[in-house]
């Protein structure tokens, strides 16, 4: 059983682009939710999707966006890229079957230049 | 959420029980204690959660207080692989709402 996959795993983009990064959930997961977590410090939640929508929304600006398809994959969008961007992205996975217990990624570092 | 505070960092030999403590003194009645860790740059991984009786599983053991205010993180026979960043977070269960991390604590096991 594969768990959650995400991809890229490294890249660097240059301050003013946009970037798209990859979710495939655990199986049996409809969940999926997103955190950025910087040099150093724990992870910070920025939105949740479920049912193609998003449900909740953590301190993050309109530049941060994102997708669920039908088959529950994901995707983040970070339109305009600062510097302060550079972090790592992690994924995770969730059901109500499983008592909504989140499964992380191994999460896509992106470096803004 | 409830917050948590957890010592920034702690030392433990290979071999001997790691107890790493978590104070979450303002919990609610439904929420449980989480725990993760986090090995260096990778996703964090579940450990273990509960309500209020001990819980253990193949990873470690959890500890609650009565009061459910605190609680502690065993590793029974910690190895140099359990190094890592451990987070407790605590959560409303069967409530798909974020996961709230801190700082968590950085468990150096030695040799």
């Known amino acids: 059983d594969a768990g959650v996959t995400q991809s890229p795993t490294h890249l660097i983009k240059t301050r003013g682009q946009q970037v798209t990064l990859r979710c495939s959930p655990k199986s049996g997961h409809d969940t999926v939710s997103w955190y950025q977590q910087a040099l150093g410090q724990g992870p910070q939640f920025i939105f949740q999707?479920?049912?193609?929508?998003?449900?909740q929304r953590g301190n993050f600006p309109d530049r941060f966006s994102g997708h669920q398809f039908p088959n529950y994959s994901s995707e983040l969008n970070v339109n305009a890229l600062l510097l302060g961007d550079s972090a790592l992205y992690l994924c995770?996975?969730?059901?109500?079957?499983?008592?909504?217990?989140?499964?992380f990624g191994q999460g896509t570092r992106l470096t803004v230049v | 959420d409830a917050k948590t505070t957890q010592p920034p960092s702690m030392d433990c030999a290979e071999g001997r029980a790691a107890n790493l403590p978590c104070n979450h003194s303002t919990i609610s009645g439904n929420e449980y204690v989480y725990w993760y860790r986090q090995i260096h740059s990778q996703g964090p991984q579940y450990i273990i959660h509960g309500l209020k009786n001990n819980e253990t599983n193949e990873m470690a053991s959890l500890i609650i207080t009565e009061d459910r205010k605190s609680s502690t993180l065993i590793l029974p026979h910690a190895t140099l692989r359990d190094t890592a960043v451990y987070y407790c977070?605590?959560?409303?269960?069967?409530?798909?709402?974020?996961?709230?991390f801190g700082a968590g604590t950085r468990l150096t096991v030695k040799p």
């Open positions: 995770a996975s969730s059901s109500p079957s499983g008592g909504f217990l989140a499964f």
């Open positions: 999707y479920y049912e193609e929508e998003e449900r």
């Open positions: 977070i605590v959560r409303v269960y069967l409530l798909n709402n974020d996961m709230r």
